[in-house]
């Protein structure tokens, strides 16, 4: 397959920016664990009613505690946008508008992780022809016109673990996701059952984990953390080179 100039381009903007999220991230990881694990402090206020809701709406209850630590984090990361469609945190740049969701799982639910993340139809704009799910995320912003600005998609990913009373984070990922233009690429291979019914897929890195047009071929995923004795393959199902 000949790769056209524009899906290389698409690819050097979604590793640019993968590398400023991840730079934004590196600068005081202590600060972002320290943020994560604030809700410790007042834990026996909280965990009853926390252990007294099902397992799901643990997780998704967690994810919601994890977002307004991020939302801090971010506050520099470009400006942030408005429109009600879009991932947990939505920014514009001057040559991009960066959506990046914030994903809880806990280590013993591995169909949410191990080289793999949950998209729901509001974080992507990767799309197939064949399989029956929605996107409402577009290649490109005011596409055609002068205002014309990619789309792109990254995921924030914590594993976790309930620990006694504590919620013990074992691990935190970096993903990007494919722009839809580069389908003809990746194609079906990146993508697994979702959560939803035809509104979400499972993005299966672990079957292309590489900005593949880029000439290094670097990873599509990065660690942020990783807790001590925790190994790559626990948590990716693969180790990186």
Excluded at 84 to 112: C, L, Q, R, W
Excluded at 139 to 150: L, P, S
Excluded at 164 to 190: A, E, G, M
Aim: with cysteine.
């Amino acid at each position: 397959m000949k790769i056209s100039k524009e899906l290389i381009e698409i690819e050097e903007l979604e590793y640019d920016y993968f590398n400023k999220i991840h730079w934004e991230m590196a600068q005081d990881i202590q600060k972002m664990i320290d943020g994560l694990n604030s809700k410790d402090k007042i834990i026996d206020d909280w965990i009853n009613a926390f252990k007294g809701i099902d397992k799901k709406r643990q997780t998704s209850d967690f994810a919601r505690g994890a977002e307004r630590i991020y939302y801090w984090l971010f506050n520099q990361f470009g400006k942030p946008n408005s429109a009600p469609i879009g991932a947990d945190m939505f920014f514009e740049h001057y040559n991009a508008f960066v959506h990046i969701d914030i994903k809880t799982a806990k280590v013993d639910n591995p169909s949410d992780y191990k080289g793999k993340i949950p998209i729901g139809e509001n974080q992507t704009s990767y799309a197939s022809p064949k399989k029956g799910f929605n996107v409402n995320l577009p290649a490109y912003y005011n596409e055609g016109k002068k205002e014309q600005k990619i789309c792109l998609t990254y995921a924030i990913g914590i594993i976790f673990k309930p620990e006694d009373k504590y919620l013990k984070i074992l691990s935190i990922l970096l993903v990007s996701i494919p722009n839809k233009k580069l389908y003809p690429i990746y194609k079906d291979r990146i993508i697994g059952c979702g959560k939803s019914k035809g509104k979400s897929f499972r993005y299966e890195y672990k079957n292309s984990p590489y900005f593949v047009t880029l000439p290094e071929k670097p990873y599509r995923v990065k660690f942020l953390f990783r807790n001590h004795g925790i190994t790559e393959e626990q948590i990716l199902g693969f180790k990186i080179k």
